[in-house]
Each structure stands twice: as C-alpha cells, then as structure tokens.
C-alpha cells in the first residue's frame, strides 16, 4: 500500500502556553479533495504550515508523499496561498518564469485569457486572471499534492467553477488536494471534510455528518409579524439569523421556540430544517465559553444549558 | 417605501461601469448583489450612497443624515480606540453624551466589542474590525444600509453573527444593499441581483430565479459540450439552454448553479438578441 500525499499523526503545536493544534490526525489520499474547515484561530494554517515544512511539531508527526517533509519532497508540493502568492511588480511571464527556475522547470505555455496578458504588470490585473495565474505557478512543476487556500474567493461564479474544473482535473490524474476555506461552496466541492475547532479536529465527513446531532428551526411567522418574531427571539440572547423573511434559530428544540414566541402571543410556524456548517462552527464558540481572541459569540450569548 | 436606482448608467472616462441598471432596495428586506471582480457591484453601491454621480438615470436614496455605508475592508479608523471611533461618527450625525451611548452601548454589546472600548480599531481581529465598521454605520439608525462586501475574508463564526446584526436591522425596518461573494449568503437574502460586466443579468427572489431559469440543468458523468459544463465535486452539471438529450436527469440547481447558467448565457446569446 502506497502512503498517502499528506498524513497528520497526533500532530500537536503550541506557541507558549497556547496550543494551536492539538492531537491532529488525519490523511489525504492520492486522488482525492480533502476541506479544511474552521474560524479563524481553529488552527487551520499552523496545521498547513507543518505540513508543508515550514514549521516543526512540538510533538507528533507530519508526513509529505510518505516522508517528514523536506527540500526533495517540497520540490512535488503546489502551494496556493490566500495572498496568491505572486509578485504584483513583475508581469505575468516573469512571475511564470521565477517561478519555474526555482523549481527547476520550464515555464508553463500559457492560454489565453493570460496568454494575452502575458506581458502585463500582475498588480493591475483583475483578481479573476491573478487567481488563474497563481494556480497555473503552482502547478506548472507538476506537483503530486496542492495546497489551497481559500483558492476561489472574491471571483464571479463562473470564474470559480472554471478553477474548480482545473482541481478536479488535477485530483483525477492522482493528485492529493487539501483545501482550507471559509467558503460553503467551496466545501460543497470536496470529496470529504474536516472541521476544526480550538486545535482539533471536531468533525469528519460530509456536510450533514458534521451537521449531525445539532438542531436549527426555522420560524415563519405571517407577513406582518415576522420582524416581531424575529426580535422577540434576538432579545431574548438566542442567535437568530434571517433567512429572507423566516427567522433561524440554533441549538434550541423547536417546542422552547414555540414556547418563547406563544409568551409574547406570536403564533409561528416553526420547522426544523438542515444546519449549516457556519452554524455548526457558531454553535461550538457559543459552548466554548473561553474561546480566544473573537471569543464576542460567547460573551453575548450565554452557555446554554444542558 | 423604498430605495434604489433606475436604468442607472455609469461612465469613467471611456469605461462603462454600470449600463442602464436598475435595483430596487425595500425597507424591511436585504437585497444581496453577487457578481465577480469588475461587475459593477462596488460602483452600484458608491453611487447608491452618494459618492459616485450618475452619469445618466435616477438614484433614490435617502438623505446623508439617513444613510449608512460601509465601504469593503473598512469603515473604522485604525489609529482610534473603538470607543473614540464611536463618539467620532456619533459626532458627525450630531449625537454626544447620554444619546449617543442609549444608541451605542447596545450595538457594542451585541457586536462583542463591549470589552473592546479602550483598543484601538487597527489591532482589532478582522471579524471584529468588521463588526465595527458595521456598528458605526448603523449607529444613526440609518433607513438605508449599503454595505460592500461586509463578510469577505471574515471567518464563519463572525460572519454568522454580522448577519445577525444585519437582520436586526432589517427586522426594525431597515433596507439593507449589500455585495457579497458568498452564494449561501445571497440564498438568504429576500433579493438577488446577479451584476456582469456593469449589467443585471438577474434578479429577483432567491427561490424565484432557481424556478424560473432559462433552460435546464443536468447532473452528469459525461458532459455533452464542456463549455457549458462545470465540475461540482466528482460530477459534473451542465446547462442545456433549449432542449435536453433524452435520459439525463433533470437536477433541482441552487443559485450558485444559476449564476453560472446566467453567465454562460450572456456568453452565448450577444447583447440586444432576444431569444
């Protein structure tokens, strides 16, 4: 048996007294599209950044194409960060170029539309072309995993559907993709997921597996009371959210909403329907009352009780 | 009541920015604006707010005194604490004293930044520093909210509560016009307005534009013509502008699906060609 394109083993780091990922485990295959999932301190990018190499465990083991990532082995990584990673002051070619000579290969042929634009300074150029040639630099050396952040934010959707085109075509000759993003779209094109919270991996699977065991109703009050439906939930320290005029409510059974709207004589409908996963990720803050930095959720909202 | 523009045109210099748009914002509602970089969506929102002068076509807006804009990636100052931020804005629109905080203080504690008075803006995470920009904003209760990518490259937990904050708005009557690049986001607006290259290519209710959408879509293993297919996990969909092949199942589309479908239709059919 082969080993994998990436492999977390236990993986743990901390930064002083905290610890930004703890007992990691998992793997990518060959082939297949992992997402990464998590708020912003969840420990998504130290979980990338070991995995890559650029940054040592204090504890348990990372694996790159079956080895402790090193110079060799980085050579068959492609790596797409947030920030695109290019040089906004140099023009296409050149990026294509430098690019190509630290790996040692020969710059990729472009096609249009950057074919066209293959002597234009990168930073002018719309953020739909900058993001096509960031994945056409990180790949161009033929790698046999991809790292992705966040690889289509910002462009129109069929922009994005045209990038995806090209990582799907990269998992399908055998290439190991592991993206990270905060985008639900994005997460709907994966083949598995992974969820993280405060250092660990909270959930696993797909959509509904990392929905499973949570509840969200959603209240449909007649036309001319929803706003008060709405408000009497809100001050009542609940996460309420709108969806067009139906308000949605987590973590609370749909009886107690009922209840809750009937005290101030407010006769709704109340369905339960299908979580999200940013509700999912809401929820676990809400229940973390020392959640770190933008830990606000959990001093709004109390911890509900059990 | 309501907001909004009509066959509203923009030029810069020789570039048309936006061609005879027309958007209606309604109080009470949030109207989303989706589209890529370079569709317009900034444009729209800048001359909604009074910054951008239409170079023909009507603008509805209420006055300066009314509105609230958050402009992307912004809407705070970095060098001021948030609670300097909050009595500066408060000051423009001539609240001070126990007015300003009966207004504030419940917006800063919904918005978690209640604990954050005395930071400055600039250190501030940047779910929080949107929350900010967000309650600055709103601080007026303005009746019309233009809001330009408030949720981009904010993470989920903050996003999800930005909504909240946004739907309160909207509960007490607000009209909300915001960009997003989140489709799901746009799913939960009451309105939609797909922007390509400065123009409308749809808009209307969420579920109404999945209904309504010109031709079909399948879910397929082998796309008839790739141009008009697009991967979706380990599937592919494919829009069928007219008729069908026979034995290809018919796929209910979310509006991700759609947009495309709209984009690649804009492709297809020129300008001014009605089918």
Known sequence: MTAPALEARSLTRRFRDNVAVDDVTFQVDFGEVVGLLGANGAGKTTTIRILAGLLPPTSGQAFLLGSPPSRASRR??????????????????????????????????????????????????????????????????DPEVLILDEPTSGVGALAAARLWDRIRDESDRGVGVLVSTHSMQEARQC???????????????????????????????????????????????????????????????????????????????????PSTIDERMASLSIRAPAWKEDGSLSRVFPTPAS | MSFGVENLTVRFGRVTALDAVSVVVRRGEVTALVGGDGAGKTTLLRTLAGLVEPTSGTVRRPGVGRLGYLPAGAGSWKNLTVAENVSFIGGAYGLSGADLADRADPILERAGLADARDRLAGQLSGGMKTKLG?????????????????????????????????????????????????????????????????????????????????????????PVDSSLAWRVGPVFHEWFPWTVPDGLTWLRPDLEDVCIAAELRDRLIPVGDTQ
């Open chain 1, 76 to 141: 068959r990584l492609g790596y797409v960060p947030q920030g695109l990673g290019l040089y906004g002051d140099l023009t296409v070619r050149e990026n294509l170029a430098f690019a190509a000579s630290a790996f040692g290969v020969e710059p990729a042929t472009l096609i249009d539309p950057l074919a066209g634009a293959s002597d234009r300074i990168v930073s002018n150029l719309p953020l739909g072309l900058q993001r096509q040639l960031s994945f056409v630099t990180a790949l161009q050396h």
């Open chain 1, 191 to 273: 083949d598995r997921l992974l969820l993280m919270f405060d250092g660990r991996i909270v959930g696993r699977g797909t959509e509904s597996d990392i929905v499973a065991g949570m509840t969200t109703v959603e209240v449909a009050a007649d036309s001319c009371s929803w706003s008060d439906a709405f408000s009497v939930l809100a001050n009542d320290g609940l996460l309420v959210t709108l969806n067009g005029t139906k308000a949605r409510v987590i973590d609370l059974a749909p009886a107690d909403v009922e209840a809750k709207l009937r005290e101030h004589g407010i006769e709704a409908d109340v369905q339960v329907v």
């Open chain 2, 134 to 222: 967000f309650s600055l904003a709103m601080l007026h209760s303005p009746d019309l909210l233009v809001l330009d990518e408030p949720t981009t490259g904010v993470d989920p937990v903050s996003r999800i509560e930005l909504w909240r904050m946004i739907s309160e708005a909207v509960a007490d009557g607000a009209a909300v016009v915001m960009a997003t690049t989140y489709m799901d986001e746009a799913e939960r607006a009451a309105f939609v307005v797909l922007l390509g290259d400065g123009r409308v290519l749809l808009s209307g209710e969420p579920d109404e534009l999945i209904g309504s959408m010109p031709g079909t879509i399948v879910e397929t293993d082998a």
